[in-house]
């Protein structure tokens, strides 16, 4: 059973600092992997896909990269800002109906 | 494009009611999806349809039905409610592939007490 597991739970930055959130997952054979953005109380808003064939994917200050054979991916945030607080999720899709399997996310705060 | 729109924002419901989640989107996607979110946690699949007139269960079905009688809705149904059932109800659609991502509802947090 494919399991979605992100390391830390929370991540408090200083303005400015680049960082990296974590997600693991245990079986490689995915279609996919995306990484979300969720606000208190808010639905979620897709950052990033990366299919199963490629290694990384980037939108602005965001890259995110895949290593399918060791069941890793990172989400790099470049110069942090405050209005980058939110937590982060990753989900992935095992199959063709493409349903998503997440993790229990990051929450990050950027301090000003 | 509205996306994907879903009703009510806000429920509360007795234990032992039903009630009906609308979820409807307008970019023609053929596949949907119903999540529910615990507080602190993941997203965990309910329903997914990858059609009208097809659907099939999640990782967490026990106490809902869903029916896909067109392309743009996707009603969840809770019936008889239990306080299990308390969270945030997502609802969510993309293309068939795997270069397309699933766009989300705004979501209904629903209270049974």
């Known amino acids: 059973k494919q399991e979605v597991t992100q390391i830390p739970a929370a991540l408090s930055v200083p303005e400015g600092e680049n960082l990296v959130l974590n997600c693991s997952f245990t079986d490689s054979a995915i279609y996919n992997l995306q990484w979300f953005r969720q606000d208190p109380g808010k639905g979620l808003t897709s950052l990033l896909l990366i299919q199963s064939s490629q290694r990384e994917q980037t939108s602005g200050r965001l890259n995110a990269s895949l290593d399918k054979s060791s069941g890793r991916s990172t989400l790099y945030i470049a110069a942090s800002q405050p209005g980058d607080s939110a937590t982060y999720l990753c989900?992935?899709?095992?199959?063709?109906?493409?349903?998503?399997?997440f993790g229990s996310g990051t929450r990050l705060l950027v301090r000003p | 494009n509205a996306g994907v729109t879903q009703t009510p924002k806000f429920r509360i419901l007795k234990i032992g009611q039903s009630m009906t989640l609308q979820c409807t989107q307008d970019?023609?996607?053929?596949?949907m999806y119903w999540y529910r979110q615990d507080p602190g946690m993941g997203l965990k699949l309910i329903y997914y349809s990858v059609g009208a007139g097809i659907t099939d269960k999640g990782e967490v079905p026990n106490g809902y039905n869903v029916s896909r009688s067109t392309t743009e809705d996707f009603p969840l149904r809770l019936e008889l409610a239990a306080p299990s059932q308390t969270s945030v109800y997502f609802c969510?659609?993309?293309?068939?592939?795997?270069?397309?991502?699933?766009?989300f509802g705004p979501g209904t947090r629903l209270t049974v007490t």
């Open positions: 970019m023609n996607h053929n596949y």
């Open positions: 989900a992935v899709s095992t199959d063709s109906s493409y349903k998503l399997i």
């Open positions: 969510a659609s993309s293309y068939k592939g795997a270069v397309y991502e699933q766009y």
